[in-house]
């Protein structure tokens, strides 16, 4: 089976299939006639700098202990989510069906068009903003980059920095740009401008 076609079959009604599916309640649909055609990359740990915990999972769940931590406080009565999630070992976790949108932006614009909860895929890596990624979480997430293209008109990915400027800085200058752009092996212009120069 050609990788392509192996890739478009890993989808059901948006779920992909290789992820461990954890529905959240935190999403809707996107507006009628919108394509899927941005990845926007983000990072998310909690508290911030603690890995592997399973808080991020609670925080898209709605089921975040808010008197767990001090720092949870801050973030009392967030309801957010991600489409996916990458834990630190590579592991895929997916809250929200790709065909619908997913509460991961915020306010938001991508080379002019604003709202990019519409028409994006939000893609959380398991890290502190600025630090550095594990060699397993890039593995995973051109492979997901990949069989998002297989399946949407894919045009373009990004960072929350990127896609909301001045109010977001992740993923961060740890997340190594031109390694996922190595690794996908699509053109620099697929990018957010900025990221190579």
Request: glycine fraction near 12%; charge should be negative; proline fraction near 9%.
């Amino acid at each position: 089976m050609p990788a392509e076609h192996a890739a478009r079959a890993a989808w059901t009604d948006g779920w992909y299939a290789p992820a461990r599916q954890l529905p959240s309640p935190n999403f809707g649909p996107r507006p009628s006639g919108t394509t899927v055609e941005l990845i926007v990359v983000h990072s998310i740990s909690l508290p911030p700098g603690e890995f592997g915990g399973g808080q991020v999972q609670a925080l898209f769940t709605n089921t975040l202990d808010w008197d767990a931590h001090p720092y949870f406080q801050k973030i009392r009565g967030l309801e957010v989510s991600a489409h996916f999630y990458v834990a630190r070992d590579g592991t895929p976790w997916q809250f929200v069906s790709a065909n619908d949108r997913a509460w991961h932006a915020g306010a938001s614009s991508f080379c002019g068009r604003d709202n990019c909860n519409d028409y994006s895929v939000g893609i959380e890596l398991e890290g502190l903003e600025g630090g550095l990624f594990e060699p397993a979480q890039y593995a995973t997430l051109a492979r997901l980059c990949q069989a998002l293209r297989a399946r949407y008109p894919i045009q373009s990915v990004a960072g929350h920095e990127h896609v909301a400027p001045g109010r977001k800085q992740d993923p961060g200058p740890g997340f190594d740009w031109r390694r996922l752009q190595a690794a996908l092996g699509w053109p620099k212009h697929c990018f957010a401008p900025g990221i190579f120069g």
